[in-house]
């Protein structure tokens, strides 16, 4: 996996803009993070019954708009973000 920052840009309210080029696997990886974030953001708040029947495959793997994966491929990199400013660690 890799990541290169391409650019940062500082903004006027202390934020910053990155702009990184991944190479698939990272992407995929972060796109999963930001998926296990988004969960554990639900979870904590809706309460689900037990899985009854397994869903299929089908159901488990759908297809990701580019939108949809750019959301997720943002909250996936703040999470790792995170945890690299919180522990010095590189997040596996």
């Known amino acids: 996996m890799s990541i290169n920052i391409?650019?940062?840009t500082d903004?006027?309210?202390?934020s910053a803009d990155m702009v990184l080029t991944c190479d698939d696997a990272t992407i995929g990886f972060l796109i999963e993070q930001g998926m296990s974030e988004v969960y554990t953001e639900i979870s904590a708040n809706v309460s689900?019954?037990?899985v009854?029947?397994?869903y299929s495959?089908?159901?488990?793997t759908l297809t990701l708009t580019d939108e949809q994966?750019?959301?997720l491929f943002q909250v996936g990199t703040v999470r790792a973000l995170r945890y690299g400013m919180?522990?010095?660690m590189p997040y596996e």
């Open 86 to 88: 919180a522990t010095g």
């Open 48 to 50: 689900t019954p037990d």
């Open 69 to 71: 994966a750019q959301l």
């Open 11 to 14: 903004n006027t309210d202390g």
């Open 57 to 60: 495959d089908r159901c488990k």
């Open 6 to 8: 391409d650019k940062i």
């Open 52 to 54: 009854l029947e397994p």
